[in-house]
Every structure is written in C-alpha cells, then in structure tokens.
C-alpha cells in the first residue's frame, strides 16, 4: 500500500502562483511512477501532469503546459506542483496518484493509489 497526502492548497489571486506537495509512505518512492490531477465542481477528475520513476519522463495536459511543473524529490519522498499564471480554470480539488507497476496507467488516470486531495480556489 502507497499513503498520499497532498499539502499547499489554498486561494489564491488570478496570476499568482502555488506549489502544491504529495508526501508519500509505503512502498520505495523512487520506483514510483506519479501524478497530479484536478476535479473542479460538475466536471470529471482530468489529468494535469505525472512523472516516471526514471528521470526525464515528464507529461502534461495541454491546458497547463508552460504554465505548470511537475517534480519529485525522491530523497524527501514527496512530489511537486508548481503552478505559475493561475486562472479560474485551474480551481479544482488536486489530487495525488501513485502508481508502482506502469507509467501510462497514471497518465491514463488509472493509478493504483489516490490522494485526499487538496483544494485550489483561484480567484478572478
């Protein structure tokens, strides 16, 4: 079992930016393959971001490229959300995901593991 606990959330004003933290616990974090996702109010939860175990893989929803960045510390275990140029179109529950066996399974928003998530209210 993987525990996620998303921090960082919070309001914040249209152009500002947040950085949004997973800790995680369970399993050994370097060999996960992780993720960011969003719900916001009457929409399905779509995905934002998630990175490889192995350095370099990186992907991104269009809507947020060049505007988010997604990192991981693997000595901290935790994973990173930074997002710059916010707009009321990125208020949303975020949440974490975890995934130990296949990269795509994150990016096709079927991890093995969730978080609680954390709420971001961007206002206009």
């Known amino acids: 079992q993987v525990q996620l606990v998303e921090s960082g959330g919070g309001l914040v004003q249209a152009g500002g930016s947040l950085r949004l933290s997973c800790a995680a616990s369970?399993?050994?974090?370097?060999?996960?393959?992780l993720g960011w996702f969003r719900q916001a109010p009457g929409k399905e939860r779509e995905f934002v971001a998630a990175?490889?175990?192995?350095?370099?893989?990186?992907s991104y929803a269009d809507s947020v490229k060049g505007r988010f960045t997604i990192s991981r510390d693997n000595a901290k275990n935790t994973l990173y959300l930074q997002m710059n140029s916010l707009n009321a179109e990125d208020t949303a529950v975020y949440y974490c995901?975890?995934?130990?066996?296949?990269?795509?399974?994150?990016?096709?928003?079927?991890?093995?593991?969730w978080g609680q998530g954390t709420q971001v209210t961007v206002s206009s």
């Open positions: 995901a975890a995934d130990a066996r296949v990269y795509r399974s994150v990016v096709a928003g079927t991890p093995q593991y």
């Open positions: 369970g399993r050994t974090f370097s060999r996960l393959h």
């Open positions: 990175v490889s175990w192995s350095v370099g893989t990186t």
